[in-house]
């Protein structure tokens, strides 16, 4: 009876142990993705102007507050560009850009980007 015991207890501390324990050096996940800018440089800063020039007319075009948006499709993605002025009121620039494939899933956005630039009507 003493040796259950003595097994029990050993099994039950042992059990302890191979809890593994977050290191001071790791740091946490993420709460968000975290979004670079990179291969953006044709898109963000410009105004509409040069998004047409860049991808052809807009699929659809929507003032949304003090913004616009300016939505461009493939067969591969869709690109939401919005547009704000700066403070000054100057001409509205793309400021923020999201994307998606088609059926709503993550795409990245720089490859939607260079897949719309090859779409028909864009250049």
Request: include cysteine; proline fraction near 8%; charged fraction near 20%.
């Amino acid at each position: 009876m003493k040796s259950i015991i003595a097994l029990l207890a050993l099994a039950a501390v042992s059990a302890c142990a191979a809890i593994p324990q977050p290191t001071a050096g790791t740091p946490p996940p993420p709460s968000r993705p975290s979004y670079t800018t990179v291969g953006l440089e044709r898109v963000l800063g410009h105004n509409a102007q040069a998004l047409v020039q860049l991808f052809g007319q807009p699929d659809a075009d929507l003032e949304e507050g003090p913004g616009r948006k300016l939505q461009f499709a493939s067969d591969i993605c869709v690109l939401d560009a919005y547009l704000y002025a700066d403070q000054r009121g100057g001409v509205p620039t793309v400021r923020h850009i999201d994307a998606r494939q088609r059926d709503g899933a993550a795409i990245d956005r720089a490859s939607c980007v260079a897949a719309l630039t090859r779409r028909e009507g864009g250049r």
